[in-house]
DNA sequence: GGTGGTTCCCTCGGATTGGGGTATTCATTT
DNA sequence: AAATGAATACCCCAATCCGAGGGAACCACC
């Protein structure tokens, strides 16, 4: 393959050692081709228009001012075009989110191998998502509603409603029902949950996965 | 491996073909054995304390009265065990959301060869999560929040905290402001979002990823 | 016949809301 | 030096929304 097409890869990693294994692994291969590695975001982050990677390698656990979370974000905010790969020494849930949101497209761990390495590239190159087995479930359980809620079927339509941040009246115009029945199912509501105003049912439904 | 420990695997598929060839398929692998196949969700449902699946094969496009995302809901409910592939032939991003709420663990396309499907019985035993490279990204994709919100961080918060259903005054309590700030940020968030409540301006935040 | 879910009604006062202005401070940008 | 954007703060005002306390009817499913 040309080196003219090669993807470009782009490695921020703190560990000079994992850096250069990394690198070479990359450059091992006919499709990808690091442009760079660096030890902190705020170097990748000065060079993005001349480094124009089209996939970045960011380790989560970085020294100094920028985490890797934050980095992601700054990445894909000036350099969206790249994906981003978060790899990481643990696959704690809050974290993992926190760098879905943040715009990773994929998560591996430090101890990938380079055949995990170059199939995680390959696999986000071809417009995947490429994670651990844990990790997909985990992504996948994040979207389940709990199966026990102790709302009736009427009472979750209506805390989906309040959710949307309607009021009484706009939940029984949307609902044909009158606004003194919304007003009692939500009393139910507040009961059942144990809260006390609408934040604190939102609040809950949503920690509970009740929505 | 001895047949006391193999997966009980339950398909529900209206095509007799299909189901057929699925049930080859699954019967040839020395970890998996079906149990059952039946033709719509009622008739699994009524046999899920006989049938005690461990994964559920479900069709999405079922015909008659419960469709797979319905259905994939009740067996979750009665027979929470069990792990639920969907099967499907579209990989529309509606529906592969409203499957995964209904509790799917995993979702694959009815053109599935024999490898495939085994893959995915194989990935959904060991805690993963099934699915597609397509639809791996879709779901990443879901969690990506909006990097281009007209919102400056401050108001990004404030949004965040009228998620939570706070009121101004609260809002002002936790940010340690005065309430009258608050009025102000939340009148802004309004004036961008061109909407005039705070109901509209969750709806437009949650489908536009800006919190 | 009981239970649970859904519907409807009443009263009450205090808090919240949204709309209209205006203004200061601070940092960044031009 | 001027301008812009962001964050902060204050004023007035009317509408309504909210939460709490009751009671009660209807229907479907056990």
């Keep these: 393959m040309n080196s003219e097409i090669k993807k470009r890869v782009l490695i921020v990693e703190d560990d000079k050692e994992i850096r250069n294994s990394f690198m070479v692994i990359v450059n ?61 020494v643990y696959e704690d849930s809050e974290m993992v989110f926190e760098a879905l949101k943040a715009g990773a497209s994929g998560y591996i761990t430090k101890s990938a191998n380079y055949r995990e390495l170059l199939a995680a590239l390959e696999e986000i190159s071809k417009g995947g998502a490429p994670m651990s087995s844990k990790i997909a479930r985990l992504v996948i359980d994040n979207f389940h509603v709990n199966p026990n809620s102790p709302l009736t079927k009427r009472e979750t339509e209506i805390l989906q409603l309040i959710a949307e ?47």
Excluded: R
Aim: with cysteine; hydrophobic share 35%; net charge positive.
């Design 28 to 88: 091992s291969s006919s499709q990808f081709s690091v442009v760079n590695g660096y030890s902190s975001c705020e170097e990748a982050i000065k060079h993005l228009n001349t480094d124009k990677p089209d996939i970045v390698l960011m380790d989560i656990e970085l020294p100094g001012g920028m985490n890797g979370i934050k980095g992601a974000k700054v990445i894909k905010d000036k350099w969206p075009v790249a994906d981003v790969i978060m790899v990481t």
């Design 165 to 211: 941040g309607k009021t009484y009246t706009q939940i029984s115009e949307q609902l044909f029902i009158s606004k003194e029945t919304s007003k009692t199912h939500i009393k139910n509501i507040y009961a059942k949950l144990q809260v006390k105003c609408k934040s604190e049912a939102i609040a809950k439904a949503n920690l509970e996965k009740l929505i």
